[in-house]
């Protein structure tokens, strides 16, 4: 019985989208100034683009923009797509259907902390050093070792919802339908209404808008900070 297409929320669609292409033009641009000016671990025979490195630093930069609402989506409405506070013994169950399902959860969280190591060393990188062929910069290991990271990740990432949902789920993130109760018009309704279903004394509020997911709020604390940190760094620290 071909299973039919989940519907995923268009606010999700959207931020995942631009960030999913942003990320990905970043990934392949990085790749070419990379194969322009260095090669050390492998090049491709690829004809020279003027200037790669401020194409890829457009791309990357708006990836940076993008990130902290699509973060911010991601650990709070899309939450039950991220690592959930059983998921770490839910590990533990090779094999088994929920075993998959937390695979894919973890992977979709490691998105977002590669994603921040990227643009982290990325901020720090200067566009001056490669075409003087200074490859020995820190910031620049750790970009390009921050590269392989997102590529493996990303990987990880379609592998894992192709194993849980099949080509449906993957189809999901893509479709264009929207259902009437999701149209943008009742976007803020929408929220009111969350907010004000929220407990008011504070304490339960806060363990509400916290779920006991511990290692989720930490990982979006770093996640946080990170975009902060790759947004001042740059101002403050320069080789
Ligand atoms: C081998 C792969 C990569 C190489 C060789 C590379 C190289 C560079 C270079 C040379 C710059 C400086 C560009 C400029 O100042 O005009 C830069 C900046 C940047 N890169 Fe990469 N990059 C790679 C992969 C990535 C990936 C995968 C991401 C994120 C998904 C990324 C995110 C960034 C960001 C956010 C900046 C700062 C842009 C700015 O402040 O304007 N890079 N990268
Ligand atoms: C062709 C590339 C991509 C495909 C096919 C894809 C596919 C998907 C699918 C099917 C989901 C929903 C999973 C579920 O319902 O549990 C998802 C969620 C997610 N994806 Fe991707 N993805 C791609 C690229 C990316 C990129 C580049 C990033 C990071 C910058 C990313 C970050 C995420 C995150 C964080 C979630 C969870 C969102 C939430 O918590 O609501 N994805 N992706």
Redesign the pocket.
């Known amino acids: 019985m071909p299973r039919s297409v989940p519907y995923q929320p268009l606010l999700l669609r959207m931020l995942h989208g631009v960030s999913g292409i942003l990320?990905i033009a970043?990934?392949i641009t990085?790749?070419l100034?990379?194969n322009t000016y260095?090669g050390r671990f492998g090049k491709i025979p690829f004809p020279q683009q003027g200037d790669i490195?401020?194409i890829?630093?457009t791309f990357?930069?708006f990836?940076?923009i993008v990130l902290p609402a699509f973060a911010l989506y991601s650990f709070h409405a899309g939450n039950k797509r991220l690592i959930q506070k059983n998921s770490w013994e839910q590990i533990s169950q090779v094999g088994q259907p929920i075993w998959w399902v937390s695979l894919q959860r973890l992977a979709n969280t490691l998105m977002l902390i590669a994603?921040v190591f990227?643009?982290i060393s990325?901020?720090m990188?200067?566009?001056e050093?490669?075409p003087a062929g200074e490859i020995h910069h820190i910031w620049y290991s750790l970009?390009?070792t921050?590269?392989a990271v997102?590529v493996c990740c990303l990987a990880i990432h379609i592998l894992m919802s192709t194993k849980v949902g099949g080509a449906p789920l993957l189809l999901s993130m893509f479709s264009w339908q929207v259902r009437p109760e999701d149209s943008p018009s009742n976007w803020v309704n929408r929220y009111r209404t969350w907010w004000s279903s929220l407990p008011t004394n504070f304490g339960e509020r806060a363990n509400q808008l916290l779920d006991n997911n511990l290692s989720l709020r930490i990982i979006e604390a770093f996640v946080f900070i990170g975009v902060i940190v790759?947004f001042l760094l740059?101002l403050f620290f320069s080789e």
Do not use: C, N, T
């Open positions: 990320a970043a990934i990085g790749f100034v990379y260095d490195q401020g890829h630093g990357a930069l990836f940076l994603s990227s643009v990325g901020r990188m200067k566009e050093w490669l970009h390009i921050a590269w997102i790759a740059p």
